[in-house]
């Protein structure tokens, strides 16, 4: 059986949490989409990890662990993620890299970080890890994938040639930068494939028998369906798709054998980077619940940058679940609201004098402002609770007034940062 986890909002959800819980039923996850520009926050018996490139069930032994060919692999970030692991005694990781998984080149976050400065205040709050310039190469055709490295190196050469004669155009005349050179890109590419070498492999052959043989694979998505290019707020998105749909493009798995798809809702809303964003609190209100939330203050694994922060936006996140296709919620991070005497949710959006339900492009969007309704807090650690039933009153009202909104049962309750922070209902 195959089984997504995916994000319903901004992305920082809770989603590394949620897909280390279900690898422990799972004997193989699978990253699909994305790169090292967003990160996953697991705390297991063995510390507290940021993962940006390796798949969240890289900690469970009885699992395979697998990048997919949708993925941007930075070798650099995913040997040194490995390596990590390994300094703090986690045992070695099965893991498989798919052959036809394409490569962020160094020249890709330094066209990121020249591009963002160029925009200067209208820049799109990029992680500068070289992901939209990494996809934009590989959709124009010049981006180089695994399996290229391990060609003839005659033909290998003559396409750096060929791609350079493009990106030197950029680094010379828009960001006045030296010009890159064909031997250092090709010095560095042979130093990749010493480097990837134990892990690559065909997976779209592996997965195929997987399948066949009945195993349990997990689809692990990055970001969330507002980043989506196609759903999201655009241009204000990243450069992959983040929808369930693709989990089967970018893993190499038929799309009629995804059973399941988890959608997580965190309890109230965070971003990072720019964007529409339209239950955004500031002050005071904003930094009391930045400090609190998550598993140690809301700031992004990847960047260390604050997270923008906001009520639960239902519009928003009713919208997120349907793109995705979520069959199931897991409703995140409850536990941190437990210190508010009461607690606003965004129920829908004033559109030019209007009441609307519904979540709108990105031209509409701009224009709408939040229509808020209060419920009463509950004023306790719910921390360490395993049954539904024993939640405060308040809580439980609060799931299910968010459940009726979205229309999709919530299955999983996450009240703590931890693993065993979980309710099923």
């Keep these: 059986m195959i089984k997504a986890i995916v994000g319903a909002n901004w992305g920082d959800e809770g989603k590394g ?16 989409q994305g790169g090292s520009n967003a990160g996953h926050t697991i705390i297991n018996n063995y510390g507290k990890f940021a993962l940006h490139q390796l798949p969240s069930g890289i900690f469970y032994d009885h699992t395979t662990s697998i990048i997919g060919n949708g ?29 036809r998984a394409q490569i962020v080149m160094p020249y890709h976050i330094a066209l990121d970080t020249f591009e963002e400065a160029r925009l200067s205040e209208h820049s799109f709050g ?6 939209a310039p990494f996809y934009s190469d590989k959709y124009a055709k010049i981006g180089f994938q695994i399996s290229e490295l391990y060609g003839d190196q005659a033909e290998l050469k003559k396409k750096i040639e060929r791609v350079l004669s493009v990106k030197n ?33 065909d997976t779209f052959e592996y997965l195929h028998e997987a399948v066949k043989a ?62 529409e ?34 009520w639960l936006d239902l519009v928003a996140s009713r ?34 004098g209007e009441r609307i339900n519904y979540f709108p492009p990105t031209a509409q969007l701009k224009r709408c402002k939040p229509i808020l309704e ?31 909104a979205i229309g999709i049962p919530f299955s999983m309750i996450s009240n703590g940062p931890s693993r065993d922070d979980i309710i099923y209902r």
């Excluded at 949490?17 to 699978?30: E, H, N, P, Y």
């Excluded at 010009?179 to 494939?193: H, I, N, Q, R, T």
């Excluded at 369930?244 to 809303?269: D, F, R, T």
């Design 17 to 32: 949490k949620i897909t280390d819980v279900i690898a422990a039923q799972s004997d193989i996850v699978i990253r699909f």
């Design 71 to 99: 993925v941007a692999l930075s070798i650099e970030n995913f040997i040194r993620e490995l390596s990590s692991l390994e300094e703090r005694n986690v045992p070695k990781p099965n893991i498989l890299v798919s052959d």
């Design 126 to 131: 990029s992680t500068k890890s070289g992901i």
């Design 169 to 201: 155009v950029l680094f010379e005349h828009l960001y006045h930068q030296p010009p890159l050179k064909e031997k250092d890109v090709f010095d560095k590419l042979m130093e990749y494939k010493e480097l990837i070498a134990p892990y690559v492999t």
């Design 214 to 275: 009945g195993k349990n694979i997990l689809l692990e998505g990055q970001l969330g369906a507002l980043k989506d290019p196609d759903f999201g707020i655009y241009p204000m998105v990243t450069s992959s798709s983040t929808l369930a749909g693709y989990g089967a493009v970018g893993a190499g798995l038929p799309s009629y054998e995804i059973k399941e798809i988890i959608a997580v809702v965190k309890a109230y809303s965070s971003a990072v980077g720019a964007g």
């Design 277 to 310: 964003f339209v239950s955004e609190i500031f002050g005071e209100q904003a930094d009391e619940l930045r400090r609190r939330g998550g598993d140690g203050g809301e700031f992004g694994a990847t960047t260390g940058r604050p997270r923008r922060m906001g």
């Design 319 to 352: 919208y997120g679940c349907r793109v995705q296709g979520a069959t199931t919620v897991a409703f995140a991070v409850l536990d941190v609201l437990g210190y508010l005497d009461e607690i606003p949710v965004c129920v829908a959006y004033e559109l030019d």
């Design 374 to 404: 209060v419920l009463p807090g509950w004023k306790c650690d719910i921390r360490g609770i395993k049954k539904y039933e024993d939640l405060p009153e308040n809580t439980k009202k609060y799931i299910e007034f968010a459940e009726k």
